[in-house]
């Protein structure tokens, strides 16, 4: 996933009404009155917001007649993931590694500081 892609990515998933409008279309097509029934924000606030979805590729609009339903995009959705899944692996090595040295210390017992209780 090239950096300028996955920057869109990660700065329209920053928008937690982008986030919960991704949220509405994983559950199907909805056409921008439908997605800003729940908000208390404006129709064209909405499409200000699907707009930055478009341009990071997380939203489509197709014309079906006289609507123009959005749809969920899941590919840049899968490459950001893949991209965290590197991270992921980095923290699981380093805690695997912090149980094997705490089973270690627990292991040799209590250690003398040499200062007297």
Sequence with gaps: MGSARLDATFAALADPTRRAILARLAAGEAT???LAAPF???QPA???HLRVLEDAGLVSRRRHGPRR???LEARPLREAVAWLADYRDYWA???QRLDALLDDLQRAGPVDDGVPG
Excluded: F, N, Q
């Design 40 to 42: 208390a924000i404006s």
């Design 46 to 48: 909405v499409s200000k």
């Design 32 to 34: 921008v009155t439908e």
């Design 69 to 71: 339903p959005c749809r």
């Design 93 to 95: 090595e380093s805690y």
